[in-house]
DNA sequence: GTGAAAGCGCTAACAG
DNA sequence: CTGTTAGCGCTTTCAC
């Protein structure tokens, strides 16, 4: 493969002025410019990366270090970031750590080897931030992490939207399904959501489990299968994916949302609402968390401790929640 | 940050002999591997890849370039290629090229300017090879490529397998939601389904779109908002995405699935068997390509041009398609 | 078996 | 403004 060498000889050229004019920095007269970019492409040189990476101390890379690309919403975010960083000029290296801490620590270790400009980070548990050193910037996204700052939507805030909302349309009998309790994003939404009706003197029914399409499933089929006055008539779920689950057990139970019972989940992924019925939930400003995620890496700021940065979520009314009266009257 | 040398150093050895302790193949004396091995731990030293890759003119990470990871079959697939990726000790490099073929070739190019040891790609149209050099594995997953083989489902068998279900099942009135003609893809799963139906003597109504629920939803309303005579008895999609829109279409206008309209899909994605209906379709063994795809590229083989490897899809019949003569019962 | 030393391809001083 | 040169941290001959 050809190098920056060979380029600099058939230019007439030295290293240093190829490499200049890769840089579009430097002074380079306008004549070596031209010539030695014409030479570049003429060769069709790819200036190695790795040379650079390893003499510049910093790869042009971020790592993504997420819990589950299957889930719509970190696929999305994972979206959002490729596209900031590729703009950016940047490569992003993806980890999967599928919710097990042990693999998250291992697949950090090994980031870290490529010396990556940065890393984004939806870690899985908020004990022990890990001892990875602090000369790589990193940005911790939706989940707490002891020792940095978080980047997220404000779970608890939006939480609080969804029992309002549900509140409004006169529900008292209400419960809730939450993601599993070790996860602080988990107790961030559950607290946001209980705090809100307890303040309004109801006391929900909640249930716990995990952050998908099954468990929704599972537990909304445990909510539902039984007489129909002992039913709550609102549940609100800790993410849309455990909603739509939900939405598939009230289904095959013969329960009609909205009518007799209201869903309202959290995320608002793009398949919220393409199901029948469309479901009400929280939107998050995905695009808007990426963004930011990607310049705090670039800038090497990371967020610091302490100084979170909470972007609202936004209430999306669509059509499985209804007043609560509706039911009466059938 | 640590590197090689400190750690010689502080146990008393040469950087050869760290280096060899870390490759654990050469023959180093039991002792002074105990000690370099102990000195790397209380070092926590953290060997660099970057100059590891240098030297050897390859970095331990594939690129994987999809054209959208919200698409829940290329999140799996990517799930599963980072997954097999990370057992073998390499890093995953995400691009996405959002159906753009200018982006594409972006991507690709600076994909590899981290010299990574493979490529696998899921590619946007099969024109024009890349020239890429030939010196890094390519491995073209899913959709064709010109002059290089494919690793892919059978779309054309599991679209014929989708076609022979309909037919067992009376449905004559048959319509097909394609993808974009552009996509090699599009056109085999198109060409397998088509082909069949003809062999049965059925023309079926054709008609195009992305592969989205955004396009399924909107063709599916096209084909549907008409007389109940004029409307086809069942409707086949490219993938579930289209077919979950086109569910939804059905639902807005009353049409019920499967009594008075059949759909499958394909792909088989997790969402599949939890919307209502319960979406038949046709099944692809995802794992097992990326399985696939990862060894080619370690192995630095690719698939060669001209051996293509295409595994089989599955009919996974569930609760969106039903006989014809349920609808002229009604 | 182990050490010494020569690079991998680039960037960033430092000269001129 | 441009050329020279010393590494970045590791792997891999080549000696011993």
Redesign the pocket.
């Known amino acids: 493969?050809?190098?920056?060498?060979?380029?600099?000889r058939r230019a007439?050229?030295?290293?240093?002025?190829?490499?200049?004019v890769?840089?579009r920095n430097?002074?380079?007269?306008?004549?070596?410019?031209e010539k030695v970019e014409a030479t570049i492409r003429e060769m069709n040189?790819?200036?190695?990366?790795?040379?650079?990476?390893?003499?510049?101390?910093r790869t042009d890379m971020i790592g993504l270090v997420i819990p589950d690309i299957t889930n719509p919403f970190f696929a999305e975010l994972a979206k959002h970031v490729e596209a900031v960083a590729f703009h950016a000029g940047l490569s992003v290296l993806l980890s999967i750590t599928n919710d097990d801490p042990k693999i998250e620590v291992a697949q950090i270790e090994s980031l870290l080897k490529s010396r990556p400009t940065g890393l984004i980070v939806v870690p899985i548990q908020s004990g022990q931030s890990q001892s990875w050193r602090g000369d790589t910037a990193t940005v911790v996204v939706d989940r707490r992490l002891q020792g940095h700052g978080l980047l997220s939507v404000d779970h608890h805030g939006g939480a609080a939207l969804a029992a309002e909302h549900l509140i409004g349309l006169g529900h008292r009998h209400i419960a809730y399904i939450a993601g599993p309790a070790d996860a602080p994003v988990s107790r961030a939404r559950r607290a946001g959501f209980v705090e809100h009706l307890e303040a309004a003197g109801i006391k929900p029914e909640i249930i716990e489990g995990h952050f998908d399409y099954v468990s929704g499933e599972a537990l909304g089929r445990q909510l539902l299968d039984r007489a129909p006055a002992k039913r709550p008539t609102a549940i609100a779920t800790a993410n849309d994916q455990q909603a739509i689950g939900l939405l598939r057990a009230a289904s095959d139970l013969g329960i009609k949302v909205p009518d007799e019972l209201s869903v309202i989940g959290f995320d608002d992924i793009p398949l919220a609402g393409l199901i029948t019925p469309r479901l009400t939930t929280i939107g998050q400003p995905v695009e808007d968390i990426a963004k930011r995620a990607v310049a705090a890496a670039i800038a090497g700021s990371g967020v610091a401790a302490g100084e979170d940065e909470l972007l609202s979520g936004v209430l999306v009314v669509r059509n499985s929640t209804a007043p609560v009266g509706r039911r009466e009257a059938v």
Chains 1, 2 share one sequence.
Do not use: C, Q, W
Request: charge should be positive; avoid cysteine.
């Open positions: 493969m050809v190098n920056i060498k060979d380029v600099a007439g050229v030295s290293v240093g002025t190829v490499s200049r890769m840089a430097e002074t380079v007269g306008a004549a070596l410019r040189f790819k200036p190695n990366h790795v040379a650079r990476g390893l003499r510049r101390r």
